[in-house]
């Protein structure tokens, strides 16, 4: 504990790591909604690279603040700095943001300590509460936000089959312990009835016991759903690139094609609420990819224009439904290689490094 109170300017909502925002990241959400003015955003951009030249900048920002850390200022607070945090606020008042200055000695388990600052694990977190401005809660970006800016594209919809995952060696094979050489048979049967839950109606399971019951298969539906459709191997690569998206300012967001069982595994088990800002699965969509309605959902989720998000897919006919709804788009899949990633996103003006 401190033996004088930290400070904390924030505002009034909570955002994704469950306590309210601070000043910096209120500014920049107006920012992302496109409600600042162009005096202001250059103003606040000017701010935001002075603080990232004099301040250090904190390690766990380094992947994207994973474990969820908050800053809190050293008292006192330096006059330089002070000025421009006063000039943040006004930003604020502007856009009848309401804010405040809290202190505290204990906020929280110190993970992080420099000259002017301490980063902590709260205490105490809350549920996310709503935006007061047209936009999503983005994550704070480690670096300048110029870059992003200045770009028409400010956030990247990530597919996740084929592009940040993999069932090893393939579903064909994966079912060939269970159904040999009718394998394809009854993965394609399988496919065309789990359409409707892929746009979320209907339960998965009782239609997948159905099938194997009919192709002769007595092994419990569980233990074949276990061993095949959660048989997933996510990709190091890919998250980097979604890491080194987040820590330069991009709005980072998966769209994809599950029922709700698998859609549960990948949220929970892989990790992609914590890593994702907006997670948009088709059952909760109530829409399944190539559908227009997908995508302009994904976008209103997002709280983004549509021209303003990239999305990546590795199947032509998501693509071409992206690009219908005003999307930008890519067809790109692993087998391509991540350099080929990179590329594609710089076609953009998205960078990942």
């Not at 994207?64 to 330089?80: D, L, M, R, Y």
């Not at 094979?173 to 979320?200: C, I, K, Q, V």
């Not at 693509?319 to 087998?335: F, H, I, N, R």
Request: charged fraction near 20%; charge should be negative; hydrophobic fraction near 40%.
């Amino acid at each position: 504990m401190s033996d004088e109170p930290y400070v904390r300017i924030q505002v009034e909502y909570r955002g994704r790591l469950g306590v309210e925002v601070g000043v910096f990241v209120a500014v920049d959400h107006l920012r992302r909604s496109g409600r600042l003015s162009p005096v202001d955003e250059a103003r606040y951009l000017d701010i935001d690279d002075w603080f990232n030249e004099h301040l250090p900048n904190p390690v766990f920002y380094a992947d994207g603040n994973s474990i969820g850390a908050v800053t809190w200022f050293k008292p006192p607070i330096q006059p330089e700095m002070l000025t421009r945090i006063d000039e943040l606020c006004r930003i604020l008042t502007t856009y009848a943001v309401p804010h405040h200055s809290v202190t505290s000695a204990d906020p929280g388990a110190i993970v992080y300590d420099d000259e002017f600052q301490v980063g902590v694990i709260p205490h105490l977190r809350g549920p996310q509460t709503p935006l007061p401005v047209q936009g999503g809660l983005l994550p704070t970006s480690g670096g300048s936000k110029r870059v992003v800016a200045a770009s028409p594209i400010r956030h990247v919809l990530w597919d996740a089959d084929g592009v940040l995952q993999e069932l090893p060696g393939g579903w064909y094979s994966a079912m060939e312990p269970y159904l040999g050489e009718r394998s394809r048979e009854f993965l394609h049967r399988t496919w065309n009835d789990e359409l409707p839950m892929l746009a979320g109606r209907g339960d998965y399971l009782p239609v997948l016991a159905a099938t194997l019951r009919e192709f002769g298969v007595s092994v419990p539906v569980g233990e074949v759903y276990d061993a095949v459709w959660k048989n997933i191997v996510v990709f190091e690569e890919s998250l980097d690139v979604v890491r080194g998206l987040r820590r330069n300012g991009y709005g980072v967001h998966l769209g994809t094609n599950q029922e709700s069982y698998r859609g549960g595994y990948m949220r929970t088990a892989l990790g992609y609420d914590e890593l994702f800002d907006v997670s948009c699965y088709s059952y909760d969509l109530g829409v399944a990819k190539p559908d227009l309605g997908f995508f302009t959902e994904a976008a209103r989720r997002i709280g983004a224009d549509v021209q303003a998000v990239l999305f990546i897919d590795d199947t032509a006919q998501n693509v071409e439904g992206a690009l219908a709804a005003g999307m930008a788009a890519e067809q790109w899949d692993l087998a391509q290689g991540h350099d080929v990633l990179i590329e594609l996103l710089a076609r953009h003006g998205v960078s990942a490094g």
